[in-house]
T-cell receptor, first 112, second 116 residues
Framework: SQELEQSPQSLIVQEGKNLTINCTSSKTLYGLYWYKQKYGEGLIFLMMLQKGGEEKSHEKITAKLDEKKQQSSLHITASQPSHAGIYLCGADNSNSGYALNFGKGTSLLVTP | DTEVTQTPKHLVMGMTNKKSLKCEQHMGHRAMYWYKQKAKKPPELMFVYSYEKLSINESVPSRFSPECPNSSLLNLHLHALQPEDSALYLC???????????????FGPGTRLTVT
């Protein structure tokens, strides 16, 4: 079974709209990472969350961690074509200090 | 600067070849990682190095041999690979590993490997 579930699997939004991507872990979360990936390229670090209730923002992207529910959400406000790509969440489920498991990713397309 | 560089960008090799992938970071990070990513799949952890010593080997076949010559460099030596080993190989680094704290992990652009 998948230890890290991401939803939705894919998303098509109109430019300017807001969107949310969710990541739920079946195991205890010691750290939660969000990355963006263009097809065939490396992962671009977005944010890392460690403490329950923690919320971080960078430009128009906000990520939150609900430690009790073992889940995180990534919210993009006023989406732009530059936000298009695959968003991956990674989890530290073993208190090791790095991302051991990744979700399957959410493919985002932003249309004009 | 949060840059991790990887060479080569693309590599095509036969099943009898020996080749190496290289990774470099100059952020003073003491932990470095190799991940493998098949098409349309999430990355899978292969190896973790901490302070130039192999810390984790996720049951990777011996045809993959990692090496950490110094704190800035990480190599992955490849020998007698199979076509199913074709994938994007990603290197990452972080300040450290260990319990009690998560560290930001930065990834390189990857090496696209094709085994013929």
């Amino acid at each position: 079974s998948q230890e890290l579930e991401q939803s939705p699997q894919s998303l098509i939004v109109q430019e300017g709209k807001n969107l949310t991507i969710n990541c739920t872990s079946s195991k205890t979360l010691y750290g939660l990472y969000w990355y963006k990936q263009k097809y065939g390229e490396g992962l671009i670090f977005l944010m890392m969350l460690q403490k329950g209730g923690e919320e971080k923002s960078h430009e128009k992207i906000t990520a939150k961690l609900d430690e009790k529910k073992q889940q995180s959400s990534l919210h993009i406000t006023a989406s732009q074509p530059s936000h298009a790509g695959i968003y991956l969440c990674g989890a530290d489920n073993s208190n090791s200090g790095y991302a051991l498991n990744f979700g399957k990713g959410t493919s985002l397309l932003v249309t004009p | 600067d949060t840059e991790v560089t990887q060479t080569p960008k693309h590599l095509v090799m036969g099943m009898t070849n020996k080749k190496s992938l290289k990774c470099e970071q100059h952020m003073g990070h003491r932990a470095m990682y190799w991940y493998k990513q098949k098409a349309k799949k999430p990355p899978e952890l292969m190896f973790v190095y901490s302070y130039e010593k192999l810390s984790i080997n996720e049951s990777v076949p011996s045809r993959f041999s990692p090496e950490c010559p110094n704190s800035s460099l990480l190599n992955l030596h490849l020998h007698a690979l199979q076509p199913e080993d074709s994938a994007l190989y990603l290197c990452a680094s972080s300040q450290d590993i260990g319990t009690g704290q998560a560290y930001e992990q930065y990834f390189g652009p990857g090496t696209r490997l094709t085994v013929t």
